[in-house]
């Protein structure tokens, strides 16, 4: 049977007039009461290849992201020389970008839930590529920090919205997974970065860092092409009271109806469609900046581990390898962006190992491993850096330390980030809480880059590294105390592990009162033939 077998119920108010799954389940027991296995295994098979495709597609603005920071890590070096800027001037340029995002992060929230949250990775492509395009054609630094202002925003938009929209299609096996591609694509950016870099470093220096940036346009072709494969969020379409829509979406990335039925039932119940009422966004606002103590529980643990993945230093490792690796010891550009391109291979690697890992593992223990890995790495890095700064041994160690930090990282808290801030949050939350973790990791992260030159003239490098260390000692703690392990629980589960006793006991009320309902709701539908 098709889609014409289900009952329409109006727009108004009241559990009668949701549409409560009663197209397949009755349909199928009046044709055909056993599923054939070839047929489950093949709508299986389906369910996952669709999940993932839509999973990668909505992942390519994180592409742009890495590329960026790759490749002006690089590229700064003959920004430099060709447009005589200061070291201000280039701290301000590796900075701003993550300043500015924050713009496009607390903006993505209301716009996500306004337009949906395929559009919004539209826009935040549209409006990144525009400043990539600003940037390879500036004529000076004031034009180039237009562009560089422009790339903020879109990479704003960006980084809070494909966590979140992953997270709402994937089924929970694999969401931990899924929910880290956007990662691993800002890794691989970053690589493509890196040996961009080195393959046009022997171009004049008032053309190659233009080569550099230009390159970055072109995923935009793909992006535009994925905006017409991926479909809506379903719990957007919830939300929205486009409960058949959401269903359909549902039957394509989930392994049978029967699962597709129920997970309409548990997402209506989370978004609060029993009662037709909309969570207006002055609402949304004023749970976040007055919470209840489970949300305060969500929000510390959400915004924390976004901060602490970018005080730990992660970008100045990526943006300032080459000053770093000078620092060591290295001379010669060349030789400069080849230890870079060892750092991106490094990045690239752990962070695909840290997917299969993931939903085995699970969040917590890969957590533990990443911050004391980090930990160890950054004291190493200092120590090399203080103590044997020149020497061959010191320049291996510190390669070696750079490319254990970013090991860390990648298996860990890179990913995991990501993956914790877009599930922890329940459903009328979802969006604005995760754009105000994203602001709080760009503001993070921008705060470290545009300081880290002046830093280091003030107390070295080796010292500048040995905060770090000492930071990501707290980060370790932070993860024993106040991040939950959430491998293999659902969405709407996860909300129940920030919530004490009395919470608890009213949402099996609030759950058991609205199943009653649903079962009294289809007592009187009869089955279609």
Known sequence: MGLAGVQENGNGDGVSEIPLGTKTKYTKMTSDPVEDDDVLQNKKHEAHKYVFACAVFASLNSVLLGYDVGVMSGAIIFIQEDLKISDVQQEVL????????????????????????????GLAAVIFQTGGAVMALAPSFKVLMIGRLMAGVGIGFGVMIAPVYIAEISPAIARGSLTSFPEIFINFGILLGYISNYAFSGLPAHINWRVMLGVGLLPSVVIALALFVIPES?????????????????????????????????????????????YESKA???EILCPTPPVRRMLITGCGIQCFQQITGIDTTVYYSPTIFKNAGITGNSELLAATVAVGFTKTLFILIAIFLIDKLGRKPLLYASTIGMTVSLFSLSLSLAFLSHAKIGIALAILAVCGN????????????????????????????????????????????????SVSRSITVAGTFFIFGVISCCAVAFVHYCVPETRGKTLEEIELLFKDADDLQESEVEMGDVERLVQKSRVGVTPKP
């Open 406 to 453: 970013v090991a860390s990282f990648s298996v860990g808290l890179g990913p995991i980030c990501w993956v914790l801030s877009s599930e922890i949050f329940p459903l009328r939350l979802r969006a604005q809480a995760s754009a105000l973790g994203a602001v709080g990791s760009r503001v993070s992260s921008g705060a470290i880059s545009m300081s880290f030159l």
């Open 234 to 278: 379903p719990r957007w379409l919830v939300v929205q009271n486009r409960v058949e829509e959401a269903r359909v979406v549902l039957f394509k990335i989930t392994e049978s109806e029967k699962e597709a039925e129920e997970k309409l039932q548990e997402i209506l119940v989370a978004a609060g469609s029993v009662n037709a009422d909309k």
């Open 284 to 286: 949304v606002w004023k």
């Open 94 to 121: 590796v900075g701003i970008l993550s300043i500015i995002s924050l713009l496009g992060s607390l903006a993505g929230g209301k716009t996500s839930d306004a337009i949906g949250r395929k559009w919004t990775i």
